[in-house]
């Protein structure tokens, strides 16, 4: 075991002094280089060139070979994600290609590593394991295949844009399994339940695929591990049922279109017991006809007048709660943006963004003989005062 320990950790990219994605010329330069460099006949008594010398031809042995090349690389993967770590033993079915050393000139067998003890598991879990796993993807690993627990569910709901904003909770009816009220959930009259004889309680069975050991669930437990002798009437021994049940939904302040809120444990049930999934509800909002939103910033474009801009006032503008009084600085021309700090949407943090206000001119349509008549009295006024709106305009250069 010390032996594959010490394979394992070899590093043959850094022997050669070359990248993991080196190609093959690339490799083969490097080896020539090194192994004309510390060759013992060039370096004659010098122990480290010689052991420098084998551990690049060992290498090159590994590294050179493009099939070897691929397993070396498939199993520095499963290491340094942590499957080696947790997968180990003596024994093992081969591996094809075994890797050859220079130094010792003795075959390594792969299966060796990952482990075998009556069959090719042993008590950590096996090269079955890894790949049960992985072809599985995450359908279970580890010691057994059993099911951990029920489905996710995604639903969808649509909020107004001021419901979004501040939050809310909103009731929402789900179809699906739950569990069963008569068994509580076990699929079991008395609640007991026996290992199954065919998985030997593991929720799994092992068959030979070529080289490697496969795992999949026991189709006689259905990956449980356990069988229910006395089988609750409701449930048939499944202990979910399937029913139509109504949650109340908290979506938090400031959730956008798209967004998905999950709640933990509000999925399906799982069967005999195990815990319940997820609850993903996917929230779409619609626009809204005075607000729109740039992260946590309100948005809100207001009416204002001529005179309002150029003399100044104090506009009333409405916010998600209600409404604010907002000072407009004379001489503020139509189109700025003039921000209240904290009357935007809500944070997680308690605090809140802005609320942004671009006053925006409206020009009057119609305006009767008094008003027309200041209106040109006004504009006189303008001229006489030498005030030109073009002026250092890049339209009249």
């Keep these: 075991m010390a032996m594959q320990q010490e394979w394992v950790n070899k590093d043959y990219y850094g022997d050669l002094g070359v990248s993991s994605g080196a190609s093959t010329s ?24 010689e052991e420098k010398f084998k551990r690049v031809a060992e290498a090159y042995d590994v590294i050179g070979d493009e099939a070897k090349r691929k397993e070396y690389d498939e199993l520095k ?8 770590g947790r997968f180990g033993g003596t024994g093992g079915s081969g591996f094809p290609g075994g890797f050859r050393t220079t130094t010792t000139e003795s075959d390594f067998d792969l299966g060796d590593i990952f482990g075998r003890a009556s069959g090719g598991q042993t008590a950590d879990g096996g090269l079955g394991d890894i790949f049960g796993s992985f072809f ?8 057994n295949a059993r099911p951990s627990r029920g489905s996710d569910v995604e639903t969808e709901i649509t909020l107004e844009f001021r419901e979004a904003a501040k939050g809310t909770t909103i009731p929402v009816e789900l179809t699906g399994d739950a569990p069963c009220t008569t068994c509580h959930g076990s699929g079991s009259k008395s609640g007991r339940t026996t290992p199954c004889d065919e ?47 109504s949650i109340t939904v908290r979506i938090p302040a400031g959730v956008i279109d798209g967004q998905r809120v999950r709640l933990a444990g509000q999925g399906e049930a799982g069967p005999n017991g195990t815990p319940s999934g997820d609850l993903f509800v996917v929230v ?4 809204d006809k005075v607000f729109t939103r740039t992260g946590d910033d309100l ?42 700090k904290g009357r935007g949407v809500p944070k997680r943090s308690g605090s809140a963004g802005d609320l942004l206000v671009t006053v925006e001119v409206r020009i009057p349509a119609d305006l009767d003989a008094t008003a027309t008549s200041a209106l040109r ?3 006189q006024a303008e001229k006489d005062a030498g005030f030109n709106p073009r002026a250092g305009w890049a339209g009249m250069e």
């Design 299 to 340: 948005e809100v474009t207001v009416p204002v007048s001529f005179g309002e801009l150029v003399l100044g006032g104090t506009v009333t503008v409405p916010t998600l709660d209600g409404r604010v009084k907002v000072k407009v600085p004379a001489g503020t021309p139509s189109g700025r943006t003039l921000r209240v």
């Design 136 to 143: 599985n993807r995450g359908g279970g690993a580890g010691r």
């Design 284 to 287: 779409h909002v619609r626009p």
């Design 377 to 379: 009295t006004y504009a």
């Design 199 to 245: 998985c030997s309680g593991s929720g799994y069975v092992r068959e030979k695929s070529g080289a490697f050991g496969m795992a999949r669930p026991c189709a006689k437990c259905g990956g449980t591990g356990s069988i229910v002798e006395d089988p609750c009437d409701t449930c048939s021994g499944t202990g979910t049922v399937r029913r139509t049940r």
């Design 77 to 84: 993967a499963m290491i340094s994600s942590g499957g080696y």
């Design 26 to 49: 690339d490799i083969k330069k490097a080896y020539r280089k090194l192994a004309r460099e510390n060759h013992p006949d060039s370096n004659p008594g010098d122990k480290a060139a």
